[in-house]
């Protein structure tokens, strides 16, 4: 079993920035890709960005240049979001493979406004 705790969301201005913070915790050996999500108000839960266990990326069109996800060698995940907009507002989910298991956080929320 992995436990994913995400952390770091809050209430920010248009303009601003947020790192989010994902800790596994568990057994943790054996985890693959990562990624973040997230479920706007009233819309469906998207991908944010993903990062494999090679450390590739890949993000959505709509976090290309302003979003960085990262990880280190222990047990973090980690989503350092620039240029926020309004409509960047979600609930953001970290998820990690491990095989055949997907494993979600329970989510931490961003508020982007003025």
């Known amino acids: 079993q992995v436990q994913l705790v995400e952390s770091g969301g809050g209430l920010v201005q248009p303009g601003g920035s947020l790192k989010l913070s994902c800790a596994a915790s568990g057994t943790i050996s054996g985890i693959g890709d990562a990624g973040w999500y997230r479920q706007p108000p009233g819309k469906q839960r998207e991908s944010v960005a993903t990062?494999?266990?090679?450390?590739?990326t890949d993000y959505a069109d709509f976090a290309k240049g302003r979003f960085t996800i990262s990880k280190d060698n222990k047990n973090m995940v980690y989503l350092q979001m620039n240029s926020l907009k309004p409509e960047d507002t979600a609930v953001y989910y970290c998820?990690?493979?491990?095989?055949?298991?997907?494993?979600w956080g329970k989510g931490t929320l961003v508020t982007v406004s003025s």
């Open positions: 998820n990690v493979k491990k095989w055949p298991v997907n494993y």
């Open positions: 990062i494999t266990s090679a450390g590739t």
